[in-house]
């Protein structure tokens, strides 16, 4: 069975740009999580997705937003990139409740030159 | 406003020791609690899942224990392996936030 999936490995933009990055859940999973994790500092909650919908949000800037697709895929943006943005971006999915189990794919690390 | 703090922040004993990792968080209304190992620039890799009910878990070495009411998990790692050098993160769950708040992590280096 396939993990979580993310897509690109690494991401290099430049300040002002916009980065996209990707993710596949687990089949059968429905919800998908969105974290940052900064050189340095810890795990940081972005976003929670759940059947399409945006469940919860964490302390982020509107510049940061994203998107469930209907096969539960989803998708992280990030506008107007900032030096302090250069993170590894995690995605994690579980069955469909905060009560289960996280399982995390391998992250896009983001550098902004 | 749930806070997650593990310590020690590092660790490094020689191959062979048992050890505890530790684990505190300040609002006991949590749905689960989660230990995770990750390796340097990796993601994050499941190691046991305590829902709030269950007091321990445990899967081949290791051995993670709950108590809700003091704020406290401890992972348990028996017969520690050269291989088991990475960072260990806890993370819980909330009733009310609908998000997973995790500690810093406790990075352990297992000398052989």
């Known amino acids: 069975e396939a993990g979580v999936t993310q897509s690109p490995t690494h991401l290099i933009k430049t300040r002002g740009q916009q980065a996209t990055l990707r993710c596949s859940p687990i089949?059968?999973?429905?919800?998908v999580y969105w974290y940052q994790q900064a050189l340095g500092l810890g795990l940081q909650f972005l976003l929670w997705?759940?059947?399409?919908?945006?469940?919860n949000r964490g302390n982020f800037p509107p510049r940061f937003s994203g998107r469930q697709f209907p096969n539960y895929s989803s998708e992280l943006n990030v506008n107007a990139l900032e030096l302090e943005d250069s993170a590894l971006y995690l995605c994690?999915?579980?069955?469909?409740?905060?009560?289960?189990?996280?399982?995390f794919g391998s992250g896009t690390q983001l550098s902004v030159l | 406003k749930q806070e997650v703090t593990q310590i020690p922040a590092a660790l490094s004993v020689p191959e062979g020791e048992n050890l505890v990792l530790n684990c505190s968080f300040t609002?006991?209304?949590?749905?689960?609690l989660q230990w995770f190992r990750q390796d340097p620039g990796k993601g994050l890799t499941s190691l046991l899942l305590?829902?709030?009910?269950?007091r321990e878990q445990t899967s081949g070495r290791l051995n993670a224990s709950l108590d809700k009411s003091s704020g406290r998990s401890t992972l348990y790692i028996a017969a520690s392996q050269p291989g088991d050098s990475a960072t260990y993160l806890c993370?819980?769950?909330?009733?009310?936030?609908?998000?997973?708040?995790f500690g810093d992590g406790t990075t352990l280096t297992v000398k052989p």
């Open positions: 994690a999915s579980s069955e469909g409740t905060i009560r289960e189990k996280l399982f």
């Open positions: 089949s059968g999973h429905t919800s």
């Open positions: 997705y759940d059947e399409g919908e945006e469940r």
């Open positions: 609002d006991s209304a949590i749905y689960n």
């Open positions: 305590i829902q709030s009910s269950q």
């Open positions: 993370a819980v769950v909330n009733t009310n936030a609908g998000k997973s708040t």
